[in-house]
Structures are given as structure tokens and as C-alpha cells.
DNA sequence: TAGATTGTTAATCGATTAACAATC
DNA sequence: TAGATTGTTAATCGATTAACAATC
């Protein structure tokens, strides 16, 4: 029942065109041609028209696109129009980063709880929002639905933890613990690898021969 | 002076062969063919002896990839073994969560001093690195030596102080900022967006009929 | 209507995979 | 030597760009 099928690629710039069209969506801007948006984003008009026309026509030959819905519906097709409960394993810097940063709870990412092994941190709270102990981590995913994991363990543990909460029932993972996590199909991971980003960032420090 | 010129997907894909190989060190593996590696990181062997052979000819027929070798072959072609002097923009939860993370040391990443405007972080010091009023930062950089400049700083504040940071003579970036920053050529940036990473999550989560 | 700009097809370009001769 | 596996060329596949007819 799948639709074409898109290209990993294309989802990738998706967030990039949101923010974009959020940024003009605040100046006011109500039209935008896909040779303007290229000229800002720096990619070419070619591309965000076909990236667009795949998931249909959201534009008007002559006018260009109407800048509020054109974002509206990446929004829904990013999923931004639904709720997320989100917990968060760890409450190391990381951890609390996450918890803190309110911006997530305006594109509807909710976290509801933090765990953690420490019993120094458990008890305390961030943001409202208390620490638990991850003996409790079990019961309160079979009583409470919860969308969204995000790992910020030690790389360690890591891969235990998320066997076991995909044994639970959650199948989303936002996954900052620098390994890869071999899960079953149906379970959606998403990595972030700081320490992947960075040596890339140094290979082109390293590489540069004056530019 | 620039050899072949290596494409941006290859360079993504090295820190994590680095990874793996990292971990195949660990467990004192000697050597590994392509194949084997190949059905590890779930790649089709072809692509991992294509992307090494961007850098020239690191195995033997017959044999495969000596792990220690070919670990610290990427190791170079990653600039990991050069040092990096780092300051951190913003010592809110994410500078705090980067300046704690030892791990980043043991690849040759030094954070060297963290910067806030909030008097109330200045002088306070996280794992015995101060925290500086942004009011010095100028006068820090002409006369210390910096590499890379973490920016944590809110949105609105990032252009600003991105442009600030390449004039006083930075030319590396890791930007954790939601906003793209548009600088000189020869700054080399590297962005880390949470929140886009976060919607991919949700768009394959929201997208979910029944895989 | 004339001008602008999309949606979409066709052409190009680049990246991945397959195949195999070279060689350890 | 025979077997294994690389390095590398050729084939395939996919993604990007160019072009333009459709149409607002």
C-alpha cells in the first residue's frame, strides 16, 4: 500500500525546505517562486520542483507557491501535524540538553520522562520533568504510550537497552549513543553520531591545501 | 594542488568505517576481507573497496585489510592525528554536554574555553575549563590558537557571531544552531540539526502503514 | 492577453554494484 | 601451487539538472 516509494535523499532536504519556509513564514512572505527559494537555499529551482512534485502539486504555474500552505504541508508530510511522546535514557548533559530545549514542543514532541541508572539524579527533575529510575523503565512503557526513545547512553550499554525497549513496544529511536544498533525491520532509527560529524569536520580542516 | 576530488558521500562514510574498525580493533580481529566488513555494516562489499580505494590501495589480494593498519589510515585521512583546539559558544546544556564529552580528547579534540554572555556561567568551569565572558572573545582568539568554534547559541544570535568568529580568524565551524550560516568560501562548516533530525524520525514514524 | 512559473519529461551526471584480471 | 581477495574497469542504477509544454 506504499506510495512510490521516496528517495532517502529527498527526506533528507525535507526539514531544510520547513525551516526555510518557517523563516519566511515569520518575515511575512507570502509567495515564493522555486527560483527564489534556490537562490536563497542555494540549490537549484529544478530540484525543489521535482523534490516537491513528489508528493504532489503544491504550487501554481505563473504565482509560484503560497509560502504558509506550501510549509503546512511539509509539515504533515514530515509528520509535524501528529504528537510525539518522547522519554529520554540518560540524564547526563545530553540528556538534559534535550530535555531543555523547548523548541521540540512546538513541532509536537512531548518528553514525558527522563531515566536514569544514578540514583543521585533520580527524583530530581528538568524542566518539570522528573528523573526516574531505569529499574522502572519496563512498567512505565507498558503503562504509558510513548512514540519516541531518544538514547543518550553510554555506547555500552546502548545496544542492550535497545533491544529492550523495542521488546517493550516502542519502535522509534532517536538514537545519540555513537553505535549502530541492529534492530528488527519495523523499528524506525534515527542516528545522530557528533563524533562522526566532527572528523568530518576535521578531514576538511585536515584537506584543505589553501583553498 | 587538489587530487580527484573525493565525493561528499564517501567522506560520510569513512568516519564510520573508522567505527567499526575501532570496534574490530577492540576485540584484537587482525584482519577482515571487504566481504566480512561488508556484512557487518550491512554495505555491499564493492562500496567499501571502491571508497578505500579513493585514498589508494590499503589491502592485499588474497588476504583482505590488516584492522590496525587500515584503522589508522583513516585515522589520517580523517585528520585524526593532528590536534584540535576548540572553544565553545554558549556554555547552556548542549556546550556543557559537548565540553564533558572526554571522548572528543582521545580523537584529538581539545576544548580549550567555553564563552557565555550570562554573568552568571562566567567564571563557573565545566571539567576544569572556565567559562569566559563572549565580552573576551575577541581577545581570546587573536591571541590564542583555534581550529574549531562549537556554536550553541541561539538561533538569532548564530549569523552574528559565525561572521564575528571568521573575521577574528576562525575558519572552522561545527554549527549546532538551527540556522544555516552563509560565510566566506575556505570557512569549512559543519552543521548538526537536531530538530531535522528529529522530523526525519518522525516522517518515517508517521509514514509507518503496516511495514 | 502576455508573462511568469509550475509540473513533468528527457538528458546528463554521478554513485553504486557487478565482474574479473591481477596477485598475494 | 591453488584459493582467496583485492584493485579496478565496465555496467547499472539513481539522482540531479535542463528544457519546455501546460496553464495560471
Do not use: C
Request: hydrophobic residues 40%; charged residues 25%.
Amino acid at each position: 500500500m506504499e506510495e512510490k516509494q521516496i528517495s532517502k535523499a529527498v527526506i533528507n532536504r525535507l526539514p531544510r525546505y520547513y525551516r526555510y519556509l518557517g523563516d519566511l513564514l515569520e518575515k511575512d512572505v507570502v509567495r515564493i517562486s522555486s527560483k527564489e527559494l534556490s537562490e536563497k537555499m542555494k540549490v537549484t529551482a529544478s530540484q525543489i520542483r521535482q523534490d516537491l512534485n513528489n508528493f504532489g502539486g503544491f504550487g501554481q504555474q505563473g504565482y509560484g507557491y503560497n509560502v504558509e500552505y506550501l510549509h503546512s504541508e511539509i509539515g504533515k508530510i514530515l509528520g509535524l501535524d501528529k504528537k510525539y511522546n518522547v522519554i529520554i535514557l540518560g540524564a547526563g548533559n545530553l540528556g538534559q540538553a534535550l530535555a531543555n530545549y523547548v523548541d521540540f514542543e512546538r513541532r509536537g514532541f512531548f518528553v514525558k520522562a527522563i531515566f536514569d541508572v544514578n540514583p543521585r539524579l533520580v527524583g530530581t527533575s528538568i524542566r518539570g520533568i522528573e528523573v526516574l529510575s531505569t529499574d522502572i523503565l519496563e512498567s512505565y512503557i507498558r503503562l504509558h504510550p510513548v512514540d519516541i526513545a531518544a538514547i543518550t547512553v553510554p555506547k555500552t550499554k546502548a545496544p542492550q537497552l535497545a533491544a529492550d525497549l523495542v521488546k517493550w513496544g516502542i519502535n522509534g529511536i532517536w538514537n545519540f549513543a555513537p553505535t549502530d544498533l541492529n534492530l528488527p525491520n519495523g523499528v524506525t532509527v534515527e542516528n545522530v553520531h557528533l563524533a562522526d560529524s566532527l572528523m568530518k569536520l576535521s578531514y576538511r580542516l585536515s584537506g584543505e591545501e589553501t583553498d
